[in-house]
């Protein structure tokens, strides 16, 4: 008979844990394996990351390889090591528990019964308790620093370094850049000429990279600059990421006038920040402008997003709308030129027609929809007629346990046996019944993938709005290069499955007139 077999995950979560208690872990598992007579196949480690978030990289391939049938068991150390809330933990042991996987804590004794139930339920209720009342102590440590004006983490904005007491000081070197960007911005230069003269004279920001639009906004924007402390104004977002971009409420945020080293006068941080109202209320009352194509158009040299862009030109205030690559706008790292918005947009709905709406294109793509919607379709009866065996047996199994009973052959282990059998057959149940709608919805006929490839034939003739919303049903992503527009399409009639993906090139010179 062979041995069970495990893979061993491993974890260490703050700066207070050593590296080494990953391999203190690991030991320890293979002991206890040694003990029970488990195969150890695979090890999966994440350092330095959190319980309290899914983002484990490691974490998340060993749900995902146990998929793959191979091991049996994941075995941790203690259960902290797997989750430190309750929600989590459920959530992906029932994942592994779905595909035959269980969870083992190496020192804490857990062997199924009623009596370890409980006591898992209160060592996960502990875990969490402790996390979070860590999280609490932290917050109140990161206060207090902040009343005393000092670092709480990360890197220091451009411009200063940390003190050992955690105080700020100011990098001179580093200033000299933060003083030219709001210099330049006073004096009216845009943000191309300030990355460029950055550029020009080797100035990096705190990361060592380029200076970006966003990169130079975060700073021009920045209090601290002008010698104002500020803790907690930034809004978290999901992962404890923060979002810089919205704010708390005023009555949480710590804000300390005169607490940071000043790098900018008053006078030149007025001329900014009036100009950066202006610059405001221009864009807000701007027209509106429809970029059919928006989120869909990527730089065929840098592989970046490539971004609309309206600008008004010469004595008669011609009005002229592109696409813009991204990363040349913001780092001017790319030379890929703009390409106009008309032609662009033309280029791609000319194409859409020819391609996808006229009668001959209509009559191709049915046919290949229809096609591979079969195919797929094929698949799922298969997971039926599966799924169906599996409720049999399953019932089966419940009608033996049942007569055994009732015939008086009753055992206590039967309690556990049915239950698990009746968990078994409710989720059999639910897999059949998402099989059978994902049949019944797969399978298109070829007269309603026509029907709803006609309907667009004048998309020329829609609204702005519409072709919009058309291009983006058809099309997965339009790449511009010098010479030519790649259109990446995708025609999935219904979202039921049949998605048939082809790729079409426009020649830019054979199509300009």
């Not at 035959?100 to 804490?108: K, M």
């Amino acid at each position: 008979m062979s041995k069970p077999t495990a893979a061993i995950y491993a974890r260490f979560s703050s700066s207070n844990q050593r590296e080494e208690s990953i391999d203190a872990q690991v030991r320890e598992i293979k002991e206890y394996a040694a003990k029970n007579n488990i195969k150890i196949n695979k090890i999966y480690t994440d350092k330095a990351k959190s319980a309290t978030t899914s983002d484990r990289p490691a974490f998340l391939d060993m749900v995902s390889d146990s998929k793959k049938d191979l091991f049996d068991f994941v075995i941790v150390h203690k259960l902290d090591r797997f989750a430190r809330n309750r929600y989590d933990s459920a959530v992906y042991k029932r994942k592994l528990r779905e595909n035959g996987v269980e969870v083992i804590s190496a020192l804490e004794n857990l062997d199924g019964s009623p009596e370890s139930i409980i006591l898992e339920s209160v060592l996960e209720g502990y875990n969490e308790y402790y996390s979070a009342n860590l999280r609490r102590e932290v917050k109140k440590g990161m206060k207090e620093n902040a009343l005393n004006c000092k670092h709480n983490g990360g890197l220091a904005p451009l411009g200063f370094d940390v003190a050992e007491d955690k105080t700020y000081i100011i990098n001179e070197e580093q200033a000299k850049s933060v003083k030219l960007i709001f210099e330049m911005y006073a004096d009216g230069h845009g943000y191309s000429e300030i990355i460029d003269e950055l550029k020009k004279r080797g100035f990096k920001t705190q990361t060592g990279g380029n200076f970006s639009r966003p990169s130079l906004h975060d700073i021009l924007i920045n209090e601290k600059y002008r010698g104002v402390y500020i803790f907690n104004r930034s809004v978290s977002k999901k992962a404890g990421k923060r979002n810089h971009h919205k704010s708390k409420d005023k009555k949480k945020i710590i804000r300390i006038e005169g607490g940071m080293p000043r790098i900018i006068d008053d006078h030149t941080w007025r001329k900014v920040k009036k100009r950066m109202e202006g610059n405001k209320k221009s864009v807000n009352n701007k027209a509106k402008e429809i970029y059919i194509l928006a989120g869909l158009i990527k730089c065929g040299k840098c592989e970046g997003a490539m971004v609309g862009n309206r600008r008004i030109a010469g004595k008669n205030k011609t009005v002229y709308t592109s696409y813009e690559c991204s990363t040349r706008k913001r780092k001017r790292d790319c030379d890929m030129p703009s390409i106009s918005k008309d032609f662009v947009e033309g280029a791609v709905l000319d194409n859409m027609i020819e391609e996808l709406f006229s009668p001959a294109a209509i009559k191709n793509i049915a046919a290949k929809v229809y096609k591979f919607a079969k195919t797929e379709n094929k698949e799922i009866n298969s997971d039926i007629k599966r799924f169906e065996k599996h409720l049999k047996e399953v019932q089966k199994k419940i009608d033996n346990i049942t007569e055994a009973v009732a015939e008086g052959l009753y055992q206590p282990s039967m309690n556990e046996k049915l239950n698990s059998l009746e968990n078994e057959k409710a989720d059999y149940e639910m897999y059949l019944e998402e099989a059978r709608f994902q049949a019944e919805n797969n399978s298109p006929s070829k007269e309603r993938i026509v029907q709803e490839l006609m309907k667009y034939r004048n998309i020329k003739n829609e609204s702005l709005e519409d072709q919009r919303r058309i291009v983006k049903t058809f099309v997965k992503k339009v790449t511009v290069y010098e010479n030519n527009i790649t259109i990446d399409y995708i025609v999935d009639v219904d979202g039921g499955g049949g998605a048939y993906r082809f790729e079409s090139t426009i020649n830019i010179e054979d199509y300009r007139p």
